[in-house]
């Protein structure tokens, strides 16, 4: 059986690659998103606080539109 040099593997793997600007904003934008859809969830199924409960579906409207639009970079 042949030897599989496997460190030359994982180096490639391990070591970071650049990304350019729009890559950045899309995988921000998209973490942005995420963020802001699990509040307004989280907003809109607790029931202590009545302002955070009101906007708790903008805050998941904001979230999907942000979302949306970063994913569409």
Known sequence: MSQVDVTS???AQVAPSRLSARDTLRVWGERLGIVLIALGILGL???WVQDFFTNGFTV?????L???VASHL
């Open 9 to 11: 593997a994982v180096q």
């Open 45 to 47: 199924i607790q029931p």
């Open 60 to 64: 998941l409207l904001a979230g999907t």
């Open 66 to 68: 942000v979302f949306i």
